[in-house]
T-cell receptor
Framework: EMQMVESGGNLVQPGGSLRLSCAVS????????MNWVRQAAGKGLEWVSRISTSDGSIHYADSVRGRFTISRDDSRNILYLQMNSLSVEDSATYYCAKEPTGGLVTRGQGTLVTV | QTVVTQEPSLTVSPGGTVTLTCASSTGTVTSGYFPNWFQQKPGQAPRALIY???NKHSWTPARFSGSLLGGRAALTLSGVQPDDEAEYYC???????????FGGGTRLTVL
């Protein structure tokens, strides 16, 4: 069964840093692009970042570009999101999402970041 | 900046049929936007329902269907059940620097 477990969320001061992790199992992690999606309390979903597979191409939402860094460790089946220069606007629950062809799939309960 | 627009709220009676739509500020939504639909109930994580316009995940109930309708992506719920009361989000693919964009969500009330 596919599992994606997010962790690393915490309470942090503005300007601080956090590293989120997403440990996956139940599918061949290295075969899929992966994404981070976030949701501020009482707000809608927001796509944050994407990392592809073989060529490692990376994309970021304008709101986080230059402050967040996505990466992956295919040997450990873990997706990361390094978040620097955090602001109040970054407070949200962060979900990782697998990207099979044509869509995104979430599985975990997310990890809460409070700035 | 690309904007994806959904109805803020809709109400449907149990057993009825309702269609939610998803529009793009760039114009007509086609299959090339790979429309996705997610369901989110209060206090829960979002769950993917539909991908690539009309494809269902293995866990998607048969009463949910996706399509293109009048230049928009659409999610139709047939034989609505009280358990379908939730927030529904569409998501479109634009490629480029920011490949995926979510709509603002539709709050569906079953009443």
């Amino acid at each position: 069964e596919m599992q994606m477990v997010e962790s690393g969320g915490n309470l942090v001061q503005p300007g601080g840093s956090l590293r989120l992790s997403c440990a996956v199992s139940g599918f061949t992690f290295s075969n899929y692009a992966m994404n981070w999606v976030r949701q501020a309390a009482g707000k809608g979903l927001e796509w944050v970042s994407r990392i592809s597979t073989s060529d490692g191409s990376i994309h970021y939402a304008d709101s986080v570009r230059g402050r967040f860094t996505i990466s992956r460790d295919d040997s450990r089946n873990i997706l990361y999101l390094q978040m620097n220069s955090l602001s109040v606007e970054d407070s949200a629950t962060y979900y990782c999402a697998k990207e099979p062809t044509g869509g995104l799939v979430t599985r975990g309960q997310g990890t809460l970041v409070t700035v | 900046q690309t904007v994806v627009t959904q109805e803020p709220s809709l109400t449907v009676s149990p057993g009825g049929t309702v269609t939610l739509t998803c529009a793009s500020s760039t114009g007509t939504v086609t299959s090339g936007y790979f429309p996705n639909w997610f369901q989110q109930k209060p206090g829960q994580a979002p769950r993917a329902l539909i991908y690539s316009t009309s494809n269902k995940h293995s866990w998607t109930p048969a009463r949910f269907s996706g399509s293109l309708l009048g230049g928009r992506a659409a999610l139709t719920l047939s034989g609505v059940q009280p358990d379908d009361e939730a927030e529904y989000y569409c998501m479109l693919f634009y490629g480029g620097a920011q490949p995926w964009v979510f709509g603002g969500g539709t709050r569906l009330t079953v009443l």
